[in-house]
């Protein structure tokens, strides 16, 4: 319906545009968000490692898993903008 209105030219309608840049801008919040996750839980473990309580098993899942939310998060925020 809004794109039948925006496209009749119907003033009342309300601008995808803004929508638009709103939503791309919030996927690329949650991506910043992500990748500072990542940088501090490698931050953290490489403390643990230096310190006298050494963990068995360093999880590289974790920072994996984080990138790769990322990596999804880029390619949505690129799909969007190529709009």
Request: hydrophobic content about 60%; cysteine-free; charged content about 15%.
């Given at each position: 319906m809004r794109a039948l209105q925006a496209s009749a030219g119907d003033p009342s309608a309300p601008s995808a545009h803004v929508s638009h840049w709103f939503g791309t801008a919030?996927?690329?919040m949650g991506v910043v968000v992500n990748l500072l996750a990542a940088l501090q839980?490698?931050?953290l473990v490489?403390?643990?490692q230096s310190g006298a309580w050494i963990p068995?098993?360093?999880s590289r899942k974790g920072i994996a898993v984080a990138i790769a939310l990322a990596l999804?998060?880029?390619a949505?925020?690129?799909t969007l903008l190529a709009r």
């Open positions: 919030l996927v690329l839980y490698a931050r490489r403390r643990l068995q098993h360093a999804v998060g880029i949505v925020a690129a």
